[in-house]
């Protein structure tokens, strides 16, 4: 648990982004962390997406490519940009497009933007990518809610261009995780 004070700062941070949200217009990046139930944002990704272009929404998933940037200024045609995930157990190499080993005494990295494209399941290649979970703390483990999703885990987003993470040691080891941390929102 998080001492209250720490609490009570992401509490008015993540008002902050909901109220800049609601008083002038939908974010170009969404700072994902600041969601309580991140599920809804995604399915309301795929949603959009389905609404769009009548596809039905179960027929959907989420494709995933990192940006070299920090935060973007402009409206993605389909999808979402999201900020505010971490790499455990990795980091992102921003000159290689790749995960690659953490820096020594570094237990965390920063991800880029990512940009969420929803997609049809059959046309998403898994081919050559390396699957990490997005956990919502770094516990790495949650329990099934009424809901039927983990109170931890959120989704599993596919890297490409990565290099291989067995000959890198960290195969299995990667999660990214969504700390609530104050910083630029």
């Given at each position: 648990l998080k001492p209250l004070g720490s609490y009570v700062n992401d509490l008015v941070a993540r008002l902050k982004f909901l109220r800049a949200w609601f008083d002038e217009d939908k974010p170009t990046c969404f700072w994902i962390s600041a969601f309580y139930f991140n599920q809804a944002f995604l399915t309301g990704v795929k949603q959009n997406y389905a609404r769009r272009y009548t596809i039905p929404i179960d027929k959907l998933d989420l494709d995933f490519e990192v940006l070299p940037c920090e935060d973007i200024d402009t409206h993605p045609e389909d999808g979402a940009y999201v900020r505010g995930l971490f790499l455990e157990g990795a980091r992102w190499d921003n000159k290689k497009m790749s995960l690659t080993e953490s820096?020594?005494?570094?237990l965390y990295d920063t991800m880029p933007?990512?940009?969420?494209?929803?997609?049809?399941?059959?046309?998403i290649s898994t081919e050559g990518k390396y699957v990490s979970p997005v956990y919502k703390t770094s516990a790495r483990q949650g329990q099934l809610s009424t809901t039927g999703h983990s109170t931890n885990f959120v989704l599993a987003i596919k890297h490409t261009d990565t290099e291989?993470?067995?000959?890198l040691g960290i195969a299995g080891n990667v999660s990214v995780v969504q700390f609530r941390r104050l910083g630029k929102r």
């Open positions: 820096y020594p005494k570094i933007v990512i940009w969420l494209k929803p997609a049809i399941k059959a046309e291989t993470p067995e000959t």
